[in-house]
């Protein structure tokens, strides 16, 4: 003959290991999704806030993007790929955001405030059309040690590029080694291990307050452009 008193025992028993269970597999199912998650900002893309007027005006304070490393994994950098590197200048600066104008083998030549190229040892140099530039940007591209219009040239080592900010009347990149090119450590090029993200989606900047996309501080009125951005330019 069976009590109540066993049959409530053996539901709170049953409940007990229901309850177990269920623990279990919430904590199993976290742990995929960490998992999961980890695998993605890892080896796949990351969200990135822009801090910082270097790129403008392609790329703009404050501006959301979403970065892809999973590109660098299996294939090489391209120029006129808008980057995510580490510049190793200091500890406040984990990051940079440049555009990659010189590839390995490239010859690069600035002078008179453009930008000029010869690929490979090949031809003669040709100009660049860089249309991304802010017309105060446009034909005013020198290097900040001559204090001059006079030639400079570069030639890019393998496994190295060289990048420039797209503001480049307001920031330092290649031209001088991202900092002073008098340092020991000091380098043009940024080596193609440091080149860690590709910029893939342009989200711009939400702005909470007014719920639109207007930029807080130069009241622009834009929307994302997702994979339209200025990333890409024919030589």
């Known amino acids: 003959m069976v009590s109540d008193r066993d049959v409530n025992t053996e539901n709170k028993s049953e409940e007990t290991k229901s309850f177990s269970w269920e623990v279990v597999d919430f904590f199993k199912d976290l742990v995929i999704i960490l998992i999961i998650v980890f695998v993605i900002r890892t080896f796949l893309v990351m969200p990135f806030q822009i801090n910082g007027s270097s790129m403008m005006e392609s790329y703009y304070d404050r501006e959301f993007i979403i970065v892809d490393r999973f590109s660098y994994i299996t294939s090489d950098p391209q120029r006129w790929d808008v980057v995510v590197f580490k510049p190793h200048v200091s500890k406040d600066k984990e990051f940079f955001l440049k555009r ?6 490239d010859h690069l030549k600035i002078e008179n ?10 031809g003669d140099y040709i100009q660049l059309d860089e249309e991304y530039l802010a017309d105060d940007n446009k034909w005013f591209t ?5 204090k001059s219009w006079e ?27 991202f900092s002073r090119c008098s340092l020991e450590w000091a380098t043009n090029f940024a080596f193609k291990n440091d080149l860690t993200w590709r910029v893939l989606i342009d989200l711009w900047y939400f702005n909470f307050t007014t719920f639109s996309f207007v930029h807080p501080t130069d009241g622009r009125d834009t929307f994302p452009r997702f994979l339209n951005s200025p990333r890409n330019y024919e030589y």
Do not use: A, H
């Open 151 to 177: 030639k400079t040239e570069y030639i890019v080592p393998t496994g190295k590029y060289f990048v420039m900010w797209d503001n480049r009347n307001n920031s330092t990149d290649s031209r001088e080694c």
């Open 100 to 105: 990659i104008l010189g590839v390995p083998g």
């Open 142 to 146: 020198f290097v900040w040690r001559n």
């Open 113 to 122: 405030g453009d930008v000029y190229l010869k690929k490979n040892w090949e």
